[in-house]
């Protein structure tokens, strides 16, 4: 398959409840998958066929630089990044620009009042406390933001320094990154409308 053009980033969902093609996964998978659960190994069998197909190389044989944000070695124009929760995984690909993707099942047992003081900031937090539905809004805000800690590949740690709008005029967007307007105008954030009820997803890339 080729690569996607320059201006697309193509999202792929996987079911992670179908059981992962042994074929598709290098004894190094298979031994991590021993510790780490079917479903890892479902979304790591689905990573490596996705990318495989637009490589056109055999799924077991790619291999992963895993030290902070995964990446294709050797490096690659190819581009991507995956998640997983519960049932579901979604990758994103992209061709020589940085992606992030974050899906999360809903849960309804949070207490998203305190999570969102702890890891938003306070135009975030408002935008919770202030919802309809402080449950939902908690879980597009974190998806959002965690989007964008995954593209730039600096993870949890990062969630305090930028700063979300979802709701605004402007749709999704960045409003800063450590204080610099500029730097979140190079990115751009958007929710991903098709997952599976239940379940909310966002994607972050260099615009
Ligand atoms: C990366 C992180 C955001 C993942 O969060 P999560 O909600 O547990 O998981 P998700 O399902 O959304 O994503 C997991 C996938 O993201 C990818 N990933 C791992 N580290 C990543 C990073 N630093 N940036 C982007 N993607 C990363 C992997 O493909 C991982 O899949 P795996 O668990 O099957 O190996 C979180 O674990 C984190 O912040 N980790 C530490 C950050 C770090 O590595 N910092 C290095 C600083 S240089």
């Known amino acids: 398959m080729p690569l996607p053009p320059a201006d697309r980033v193509r999202i792929h969902t996987l079911d992670l409840t179908q059981p992962p093609r042994g074929d598709l996964l290098p004894s190094s998978d298979l031994r991590r998958a021993e510790q780490r659960g079917a479903r890892w190994a479902s979304a790591r069998a689905g990573l490596r066929r996705v990318l495989a197909d637009y490589l056109e190389e055999d799924p077991a044989a790619l291999r992963f630089h895993e030290t902070g944000k995964p990446r294709l070695e050797p490096?690659?124009?190819l581009?991507?990044?995956?998640s997983h929760?519960?049932?579901?995984a979604l990758i994103a690909v992209a061709t020589e620009r940085e992606?992030?993707?974050?899906?999360?099942?809903i849960d309804h047992r949070r207490d998203v009042d305190r999570l969102a003081k702890r890891m938003f900031l306070g135009a975030e937090q408002a935008a919770v406390e202030e919802a309809d539905d402080p449950v939902l809004a908690y879980h597009?805000?974190?998806v959002?933001?965690?989007?964008?800690?995954?593209?730039?590949g600096k993870g949890l740690a990062s969630m305090r320094s930028f700063e979300v709008s979802l709701d605004g005029p402007e749709g999704p967007r960045l409003v800063h990154v450590a204080n610099d307007e500029r730097e979140a105008r190079r990115w751009s954030l958007s929710l991903i409308d098709d997952?599976?009820?239940?379940?909310v997803a966002a994607l972050a890339h260099e615009a």
């Open 195 to 199: 997952v599976p009820a239940g379940y």
């Open 75 to 77: 490096v690659s124009p």
């Open 140 to 142: 597009r805000h974190w």
């Open 144 to 152: 959002a933001k965690e989007a964008f800690a995954k593209a730039t």
């Open 85 to 88: 929760s519960a049932d579901v």
């Open 79 to 82: 581009r991507f990044n995956l």
């Open 99 to 105: 992606v992030g993707v974050d899906v999360e099942k």
